[in-house]
Structures are given as C-alpha cells and as structure tokens.
T-cell receptor, first 109, second 113 residues
C-alpha cells in the first residue's frame, strides 16, 4: 500500500462545476496535510493546508479532512480552465512531506 | 518578498559526472528540503536541513549529499551521475521544518546523457 494515494485521472469537469479531488494516507499518526497545484513544467504551488478534522475554506477552494477514515479531499468550486493542472496531496511525516502521484484535472470550457 | 530561488534552471551532464544545485530560501525561513521529481510522479524527499543540521534523509544513495550554510542557503550534490538521476530537483523552504508549510522554488531540470 502506498503511503499517500491519489487517483491519477484525468478528472474532467465542465467550466463552472465543482471538482472533487481525493487522497488517502496510510499513517494514522499523520497530523498535517497539504494540497499543491502543479502546472505542466512548473514547480508545485501551495493551495491549502489543513490540520484538524472538518472543512477549511479559502476562496473557491475547500479542504476536507477525516482522520478516522484517513482521507483528505479538495473541492474546487466554479472551476475555471485555468484550474487545469495536476493536484498533489502531501502528508507530513517525520521532517518530510510524502506526496501522492497527483490527480490531473481538466476543466473543459 | 522574493520566493525560493534555485540555480541553475537547467543543466545537462554526462554519466559519471558530478553536479551541484543551489537554493536560497525565503527570507526568514530556516529550513530547506530537497526533493526529486520524475515525470508523472510526485516529489520524492531527499533531505531536510534546519539550522545547518540534517534533520531527515530519504531513500537515496550516498551519491546524494547536501549542506546548509549560515545564511540558510543550501547545496545539493550528486556524484557519479546515472541516467536515472535525470529529473526536476526541487528545493522547498519553511520556517522551521516541523509541520510548517513548505514553499517550493522553480526547480532545476537535470538531464543526464
């Protein structure tokens, strides 16, 4: 079992729709969780961090964490073509981030 | 404020050569981490340094080494390059390296021929 798992996609959604990206992790002791966006050929850009169970909203983005189910998700409301990118889930281990392989999101105009 | 900077942007080396990559963290950040990212994969952790001390090491061979300087900048060295070392090398800085958020630099694209 991989430490951090994501569906590689691509996930295609129409413009204006909600995109839902999911991530599961194996270390039940993990405390810190992050979502990054990575455009092709660029470096990862931090979107959200979440540390407590529940939802955290920032603009069009909502991160959701459920530690009991070892599950973290990212919702993107009113998806735009500019949101088309790979979304990386990262879980904080001991002094390091453990990344999933990323989910490729395509927002269709 | 300037973000994380890395140099060089691109690099082409031959098998067996050695390479040094450089990183300057965000002002005020004391921790630097290095990651390797190959196409289609997430970044893989190589090292983390905090206050010039190595805090963590990923599952990479001893050909990979790093150090952090008093100004918190860092270098990653890779010896005896292999074709499989071709990747995007990312540096990330954070305030203390604990659960703090990490911010990535633009990366160095290394090609080994």
């Amino acid at each position: 079992q991989k430490e951090v798992e994501q569906n590689s996609g691509p996930l295609s959604v129409p413009e204006g729709a909600i995109a839902s990206l999911n991530c599961t992790y194996s270390d039940r002791g993990s405390q810190s969780f992050f979502w990054y966006r990575q455009y092709s050929g660029k470096s990862p850009e931090l979107i959200m961090s979440i540390y407590s169970n529940g939802d955290k909203e920032d603009g069009r983005f909502t991160a959701q964490l459920n530690k009991a189910s070892q599950y973290v998700s990212l919702l993107i409301r009113d998806s735009q073509p500019s949101d088309s990118a790979t979304y990386l889930c990262a879980v904080m281990g001991t002094y390091k981030y453990i990344f999933g392989t990323g989910t490729r999101l395509k927002v269709l105009a | 404020d300037a973000g994380v900077t890395q140099s060089p942007t691109h690099l082409i080396k031959t098998r067996g050569q050695q390479v040094t990559l450089r990183c300057s963290p965000i002002s005020g950040h004391k921790s630097v981490s290095w990651y390797q990212q190959v196409l289609g994969q997430g970044p893989q952790f190589i090292f983390q340094y905090y206050e010039k001390e190595e805090r963590g090491r990923g599952n990479f061979p001893d050909r990979f080494s790093a150090r952090q300087f008093p100004n918190y900048s860092s270098e990653l060295n890779v010896n005896a390059l292999l074709l499989g070392d071709s990747a995007l090398y990312l540096c990330a800085s954070s305030f203390s390296g604990g659960s703090n958020e990490q911010y990535f630099g633009p990366g160095t694209r290394l090609t080994v021929t």
